[in-house]
């Protein structure tokens, strides 16, 4: 079992919808990731969160360490919001972080105009 | 952004042959990761790098070597390429709490 769960695996919406993707974790962490990957293209970071709520534009990411659980959300989805979106977690050691990011396999979002 | 560099982007090479991938960043960072992204696997740690010749291992590094001779640079070499090694790489940096930046990736076909 992957100790970073990512749902839904594949989502589809109508542009505008409101969005959220979600990751489960099993370890305790000293940060989470969330990361964007359009077809074809490269990895973008889009938030890195140890506690609470951050938002950049339509994009908004919260996070609950006591239930080990992160959602991401997009608000008025577009078509180019199109991506692979991916958490990862960043395993909590006793110097602090560990340089071994745990990665979820992504969810595939389809966004149709 | 931090500037970082993949190359080369695209590699056909054949079986039991050596293959070099160069990693090359521009900003001084510390931190350097070499991954392996597969179809049903995501992202997977191959190596890093803490310092000019600090190194460790991931969770998928056998098949692979790693040298970081300068800040600059961390090259990934697969001693004699197999077929299980085709995959996508990818090369990333930490910036602390500004999070990872990742480089363009590198496609690797072994026939």
């Known amino acids: 079992k992957n100790e970073v769960e990512q749902s839904p695996q594949n989502l589809t919406a109508q542009e505008g919808e409101f969005i959220t993707i979600n990751c489960s974790y099993s370890v305790g962490i000293s940060a989470l990731h969330w990361l964007q990957q359009h077809p074809g293209g490269g990895i973008v970071s889009l938030f890195m969160?140890?506690?609470g709520k951050k938002k950049h534009g339509r994009l908004i990411a919260t996070i609950n360490i006591q239930e080990k659980h992160s959602s991401l959300h997009i608000t008025a989805s577009h078509p180019r919001d199109s991506a692979v979106y991916i958490c990862?977690?960043?395993?909590?050691?006793?110097?602090?972080?560990?340089?071994?990011?745990?990665f979820g396999k992504g969810t595939k979002l389809t966004v149709n105009p | 952004d931090a500037g970082i560099t993949q190359s080369p982007r695209h590699k056909v090479t054949e079986t039991g042959t050596p293959v070099t991938l160069r990693c090359h960043q521009t900003e001084n960072h510390r931190y350097m990761y070499w991954y392996r992204q597969d179809p049903g696997h995501g992202l997977r740690l191959i190596h890093y790098s803490y310092g000019v010749k600090d190194t460790d291992k991931g969770e998928v590094s056998d098949g692979y070597s790693v040298s970081r001779s300068k800040t600059e640079d961390f090259l990934l070499t697969l001693e004699s390429a197999t077929s299980s090694q085709t995959s996508v790489y990818f090369c990333a940096i930490s910036q602390g709490n500004y999070g990872y930046t990742f480089g363009s990736g590198t496609r690797l076909t072994v026939v």
């Open positions: 990862a977690v960043r395993p909590r050691t006793s110097q602090g972080g560990s340089e071994k990011l745990v």
């Open positions: 969160l140890s506690s």
